[in-house]
């Protein structure tokens, strides 16, 4: 079983800065696709950002020019890093690790860390 462990939550300032880290005991270059992300308390859980083939870059248009997503194959971890972070930008952030193989698609979460936004 894959481990996915997120941290760098917080509390921040609203304009300010925060990067989160996904930790995973497997291998990111073996994952189809990474991403993240959130779910603000009563709704569904939305797509921050996510990093397909180790190349393509998708975000949401809420995000876009302010989060950044990257990864590092060495430490087989994924970033969000996050700047201008306002307080609609409140949720738990979840990490995931998408495979395919044999015609399934195996998703590996995190358990989430929370972020907290102030005015």
């Known amino acids: 079983q894959v481990q996915v462990v997120e941290s760098g939550g917080g509390l921040v300032q609203a304009g300010g800065s925060l990067k989160l880290s996904c930790a995973s005991s497997?291998?990111?270059?073996?994952?189809?696709?990474m991403g993240w992300y959130r779910q603000a308390p009563g709704k569904q859980r939305e797509m921050v950002a996510t990093?397909?083939?180790?190349?393509?870059?998708n975000y949401a248009n809420s995000v876009k020019g302010r989060f950044t997503i990257s990864k590092d194959y060495d430490k087989n971890t994924v970033y969000l890093e996050m700047n201008s972070l306002k307080p609609e930008d409140t949720a738990v952030y979840y990490c995931?690790?998408?495979?395919?193989?044999?015609?399934?698609?195996?998703?590996?979460w995190g358990q989430g860390t929370q972020v907290t936004v102030s005015s």
């Open positions: 990093l397909t083939g180790g190349l393509l870059t």
């Open positions: 995931n690790f998408g495979q395919q193989w044999l015609g399934k698609r195996y998703d590996y």
């Open positions: 497997e291998k990111i270059f073996n994952f189809n696709d």
